[in-house]
């Protein structure tokens, strides 16, 4: 009977060199391809203007940054459409519509991507928390307006700025603050810029 090496032992056959040289290029791929990706919704996703409040400082390990909380981040299913029951870490699309001020406000809720209805948008999110509190027209919680409210979370709550300018903006007004994110039909957002008093304080480049 023949015997076939085994992959490692035809892995072994290869020079330390080239072993070494195939995977920085893998990994440099990969990262080739995550930055492709995001530079991709920036470039051509639809711009969607977010309410939003920074809640937190920085981090002294990572360089400034704020965190930010979205008014669309605390739904009521009861009062969109779709989804009445969800739980936490399920995926969510949340259907998204300019509201009289233009910022973008939830319309429904679904597990699975509706079709796109022209003037709108659709945000992919994940479930963080559900029985919190709901929140009053100024985005404040309100636990005596209830506890049926859910969070969701949308890879926007993080936001790198210039060193030094990140307590700056946490102590602004978030009356002040928008961001203007992108979307991709996919779902998937990506942070475009950061405005206060409709100004633009941070621009996002797409590499």
């Not at 470039?43 to 002294?60: C, K």
């Amino acid at each position: 009977m023949i015997r076939l090496p085994s992959a490692d032992q035809l892995v072994g056959r290869v020079p330390v060199f080239w072993r070494a040289l195939a995977a920085i290029l893998i990994l440099a791929g990969l990262i080739l391809l995550l930055v492709e990706s995001r530079a991709r919704i920036l470039r051509s996703g639809t711009e969607v203007r977010l309410a939003t409040a920074p809640v937190d400082p920085r981090d002294l390990f990572r360089g400034d940054y704020v965190i930010l909380n979205y008014k669309i981040s605390t739904l009521d299913p009861a009062a969109l459409d779709g989804e009445k029951a969800l739980t936490r870490n399920q995926t969510v699309y949340v259907r998204l519509a300019p509201g009289a001020d233009g910022f973008a406000e939830a319309k429904g809720i679904y597990l699975a991507k509706p079709a796109l209805v022209p003037g709108e948008s659709v945000i992919e999110g994940r479930v963080t928390s559900t029985g919190s509190c709901l929140a009053r027209a100024d985005g404040e919680p309100d636990c005596n307006l209830g506890t049926r409210a859910i969070r969701v979370a949308y890879g926007l709550e993080s936001y790198f700025v210039p060193q030094g300018t990140g307590l700056a903006i946490e102590r602004t007004d978030r009356k002040r603050i928008e961001i203007i994110a992108a979307v991709a039909p996919s779902g998937q957002a990506a942070i475009k810029r950061l405005l206060i008093d409709g100004k633009l304080v941070h621009a996002e480049p797409p590499y």
